[in-house]
């Protein structure tokens, strides 16, 4: 019987052979639009000129275009740096109820690649299918129903970077001609990532997604030069589930449907730069703007979420009420009720509406004061599968007001059209990308199946970009 890697490794060739859905084509050309786009939003940031700096100094052969750098870096350098630019804002897409991000690392990988051999538009959006696939089928196979949550986050593991790292060496090794099976086996000794800095800060999340994608590309390319992984990878007594969740893993959420049941379609754009946890609580507040509520009219707000929302975007609930930096908001319950309330950009909130000095606006932080975060049990019945929020708010008047909002937008119940992400994608590259670079960026993307390569796609971003 064939171990879960080699039918990983046959769903993966024979995909990569005959084609993916169209409704998967799509997707992943949207999926790639969004990553570029977030990739040149990032040059905002220092930690992003730290490491595309550190990229420059790594050398090495011309090979693969790293956003924002004038000269090719190698494969696995491009890979790590649009990985890093692609996860840094919080703005990447998510599958639940796995809780991952996989775009972040799956196209960053797949595109350096492609670029390095010069393969074809139809190929990599295969590959960018499968390697999403594999990430989200590996996700899932640790979620356990029971506990309602990822075992890799109970264990204090960043599952984005761990599966993602694997779906990234699928994707690699279809694009090098590697055997995948393989791949899988040396990138299950690479892969990695803690996420105690979600607790207590740090900025080291920023590299998770550079990292995954750099190992997949490595491995995909160690594979061609003759290295081998055990075939028992995944399931093994030593393998990649004993290690990193001691065994408690779930199989058939690799293999059931492999093949005909594709996850692609449903992972979750982000329609606003924060944590995701945070959306529908922007949403209840752009509801209540709607209905005319001012800040000025705002005795007290209570965000019901689920308990373990309540967790990350409520507590300690002094420091979620008066955020010190723009990073720091995109995790805080009270900010976004603020932000939905008060209005911006983008799709109802978009990147300037995070920075700093709004964090530490005297207005922003009265009416923050004023919002309690606490586990609703309504929502605790639908989370991980939706991020709902119901919340309630009290007039100065003393009107109770309530809006529940119980799926999230970007999803399957709430989905983004072409034109909403074309709208996300126009802000995240608006001061860095002339009209004409970023219509052609959007046109490649749409068009990538029928490309003959990537250079229409990644040329206009070939330039520097100014912080």
Not at 51 to 71: F, I, K, P
Not at 94 to 105: D, E, F, M, W
Not at 196 to 205: L, P, Y
Not at 406 to 417: F, H, V
Request: aromatic share 6%; glycine share 10%.
């Amino acid at each position: 019987m064939s171990t879960l890697a080699e039918q990983l490794g046959d769903f993966a060739t024979e995909s990569a052979k005959n084609g993916v859905p169209d409704d998967v084509a799509a997707s992943v050309q949207q999926r790639v639009l969004d990553v570029l786009g977030l990739c040149v939003a990032a040059h905002r940031l220092p930690t992003s000129a730290a490491a595309v700096a550190h990229v420059l100094d790594q050398g090495g052969h011309q090979q693969a275009t790293a956003v924002g750098l004038t000269t090719k870096v190698t494969a696995a350098q491009a890979a790590f740096a649009n990985g890093v630019l692609a996860h840094s804002l919080d703005y990447d897409d998510t599958h639940l109820p796995s809780v991952l991000h996989p775009s972040a690392s799956v196209v960053p990988a797949a595109l350096a690649a492609a670029e390095h051999v010069g393969a074809t538009g139809e190929q990599v959006v295969r590959a960018i299918a499968v390697g999403l696939e594999v990430a989200v089928r590996l996700g899932m196979a640790g979620y356990d129903e029971q506990l309602g949550n990822s075992v890799f986050f109970e264990h204090g593991q960043h599952a984005t970077s761990i599966t993602g790292a694997m779906g990234s060496a699928v994707a690699a090794s279809l694009l090098y001609g590697s055997d995948p099976v393989h791949a899988l086996g040396l990138t299950a000794s690479m892969a990695s990532g803690v996420i105690e800095a979600n607790r207590t800060g740090g900025t080291v999340k920023r590299l998770h997604c550079g990292l995954a994608a750099q190992a997949g590309v490595t491995a995909a390319q160690l594979v061609g030069r003759g290295f081998t992984g055990p075939p028992t990878v995944l399931e093994g007594r030593f393998g990649f589930f004993e290690a990193w969740l001691h065994g408690q893993f779930f199989p058939t959420a690799v293999t059931d449907g492999l093949g005909t049941a594709w996850s692609v379609p449903g992972i979750f754009f982000k329609p606003y730069p924060a944590n995701h946890f945070t959306h529908t609580t922007v949403d209840a507040g752009r509801a209540f703007r709607e209905r005319g509520v001012t800040p000025e009219q705002v005795a007290s707000v209570v965000v019901g979420v689920a308990g373990a929302t309540a967790r990350t975007i409520g507590e300690p609930i002094e420091v979620k009420r008066a955020p010190e930096t723009g990073y720091q908001a995109q995790f805080s319950g009270p900010f976004a009720f603020a932000a939905g309330l008060l209005g911006g950009g983008g799709l109802g909130t978009g990147l300037d509406d995070y920075t700093d000095a709004l964090a530490q606006d005297a207005g922003r932080r009265a009416l923050m004061a004023k919002v309690a975060v606490v586990a609703d049990a309504e929502c605790d019945a639908i989370y991980p599968f939706q991020f709902p929020a119901v919340v309630t708010l009290t007039t100065t008047a003393g009107d109770v007001l309530v809006e529940k909002v119980l799926t999230n937008r970007g999803g399957p119940a709430r989905p983004l059209s072409d034109d909403e992400l074309t709208t996300k994608f126009r802000d995240n590259v608006a001061g860095r990308l002339d009209d004409a670079a970023a219509d052609a960026v959007r046109r490649a993307a749409a068009d990538l199946r029928h490309a003959a390569d990537v250079t229409t796609l990644l040329s206009p971003l070939s330039k520097e970009f100014r912080a």
